[in-house]
T-cell receptor, first 114, second 112 residues
Framework: SAVISQKPSRDICQRGTSLTIQCQVD?????MFWYRQQPGQSLTLIAT?????????ESGFVIDKFPISRPNLTFSTLTVSNMSPEDSSIYLC???????????FGPGTRLTVL | SQKIEQNSEALNIQEGKTATLTCNYT??????LQWYRQDPGRGPVFLLL?????KEKRKERLKVTFDTTLKQSLFHITASQPADSATYLC???????????FGTGTRLAVRP
């Protein structure tokens, strides 16, 4: 199994500002995933982050809005840029255990944009 | 793209009864299907995985079935307990290492 921590756990931000969310894993992993979970909605994949290459973004998500860094095999950041109230959501990072196709999730970052 | 349907209404049951949650998908059968539990303010926790060539999988009080003809998975919790109260998400995977597509989840409430 993998233990994942995220910082911050929650934040309240002003419109137009940016927030960087950190994700730390206790073991080395190839792929890390960033999800968004809006109130009452399912988890939606934002992008997949591989170490040493550009992140792969899903339809509807762009690098300018959600830049991602992946400096090593245990760490990643997601930035939510130029925030608006519509960005209020829980942001989750996860990693996959390829041996069992199981994903491990971090506790999430609850973002509120005023 | 794949569309997943889970009952958006909460399921309320009496302690000791069996809870049955449904996950339906609309397009091609996935390579595997997973069930997760999510508590308020926390990330999802993996429970069970079932592959397309499997009809049933069990783990303690949990049972998952996978019917590719009906395009449906059922998730059962036997001898339910109030501690089982949570939201349960199903997720479909196309192949190893590929992204997961999640349903919206069904909230289960087990009353003592």
């Amino acid at each position: 199994s993998a233990v994942i921590s995220q910082k911050p756990s929650r934040d309240i931000c002003q419109r137009g500002t940016s927030l960087t969310i950190q994700c730390q894993v206790d073991s080395q992993v190839t792929m890390m995933f960033w999800y968004r979970q809006q109130p009452g909605q399912s988890l939606t994949l934002i992008a997949t982050a591989n170490q040493g290459s550009e992140a792969t973004y899903e339809s509807g998500f762009v690098i300018d809005k959600f830049p991602i860094s992946r400096p090593n095999l245990t760490f990643s950041t997601l930035t939510v840029s130029n925030m608006s109230p519509e960005d209020s959501s829980i942001y989750l990072c996860s990693v996959e255990s390829l041996a069992v196709n199981e994903q491990f999730f971090g506790p999430g970052t609850r973002l509120t944009v005023l | 793209s794949q569309k997943i349907e889970q009952n958006s209404e909460a399921l309320n049951i009496q302690e000791g009864k069996t809870a049955t949650l449904t996950c339906n998908y609309t397009n091609y059968s996935p390579a595997y299907l997973q069930w997760y539990r999510q508590d308020p303010g926390r990330g999802p926790v993996f429970l069970l995985l079932i592959r397309e060539n499997e009809k049933e999988k069990r783990k303690e009080r949990l049972k998952v079935t996978f019917d590719t003809t009906l395009k449906q998975s059922l998730f059962h919790i036997t001898a339910s307990q109030p501690a089982d109260s949570a939201t349960y998400l199903c997720a479909l995977g196309e192949s190893s290492g590929d992204k997961l597509t999640f349903g919206t989840g069904t909230r289960l409430a087990v009353r003592p």
